[in-house]
């Protein structure tokens, strides 16, 4: 009987480790100028969960992040961080820094053992490669965003606020996975109203709703214990300016969103 126990414990966690897959984001700058070579980390969300911050090391010597994950398909967001100043800062334009050195991106565990992120500081450009178990790449840079770009507008409100929940909040715009703008705060009851440019062509969009509670900024989505998914996505085909009006309706758990 105590062999037959241990040979089920043994199978059952076979079978629960087969389930997980780990997969590698490696992260590396180019371009570096001398004397800015800054000390960096970079936090790391997956599907909407945070997870804790990375070693620190000096952006010439790039940087890994292992994640053991399901054998599906998740939703990463890797946030870079440099020490300047006698502190860790968000490494965005924002900042003062060349590049927004910040990304979301989708990975199939069952297919993906690496993701290789690079910040290239002399054109401000983020490329995403995957790589299989082999070894092999999977997926081509991402498209360089260059020639005409178009106003993207986006107005945004919560209706229906409960007392105490009127969070700050934020919107973040993403194309083709690369973070391209973010709004100013303001409180969800507010909403508020910013433009970015966006660039021509035939384009992932992805807005994502951000609240900030407790001392950090989260995703406003049901896996963080919100009522809904804050989270609007669409594939546009740019050729002209873009409008897109977001109406949240805490009650119904719904939004109405028009794209013009």
């Known amino acids: 009987m105590k062999n037959f126990l241990t040979c089920v414990f043994v199978l059952l966690f076979l079978n629960a480790c087969s389930g997980s897959q780990w997969v590698v984001l490696e992260w590396k700058f180019k371009g570096i100028e001398p004397g800015y070579d800054h000390p960096n980390r970079s936090k ?21 992040y292992s994640l053991k ?33 910040i990304c979301e991106f989708e990975v199939n565990a069952k297919e993906v053992s ?4 690079e910040f290239n500081l002399n054109n401000s450009e983020c490329s995403i490669v995957r790589f299989g178990p082999d070894g092999n790449k999977l997926s081509k840079k ?38 391209y703008g973010s709004s100013v705060q303001s409180v969800e009851s507010t909403g508020g109203n910013f433009t970015i440019n966006i660039p021509k062509g035939q384009h992932r969009v992805r807005i994502v709703n951000q609240s900030f509670v407790k001392g950090v900024w989260q995703d ?28 949240i309706d805490l009650n119904n758990e719904q939004t109405v969103n028009r794209w013009e």
């Not at 989505?221 to 109406?247: P, Q």
Request: glycine share 6%.
């Open 44 to 64: 790391v969300t997956v599907d909407g969960v945070d997870l804790p911050a990375s070693d620190s090391c000096r952006q010439s010597s790039g940087g890994t």
């Open 69 to 101: 994950l399901s054998k599906t398909v998740h939703r990463i967001r890797l946030v870079n961080e440099a020490y300047y100043k006698g502190r860790w800062v968000e490494h965005t334009f924002e900042n003062g820094f060349s590049i927004n050195a």
């Open 114 to 117: 690496k993701v290789l992120i």
């Open 142 to 179: 991402n498209p360089v965003f260059k020639g005409k770009h178009y106003p993207m507008t986006v107005d945004w409100k919560f209706i229906n606020v409960e007392k105490g929940y009127d969070h700050p909040s934020r919107m973040l715009v993403f194309v083709d996975d690369m973070e």
């Open 220 to 247: 406003h989505k049901i896996i963080n214990n919100y009522s809904l998914d804050a989270v609007f996505e669409k594939s546009l085909n740019v050729r002209k300016a873009v409008r897109v009006t977001l109406v």
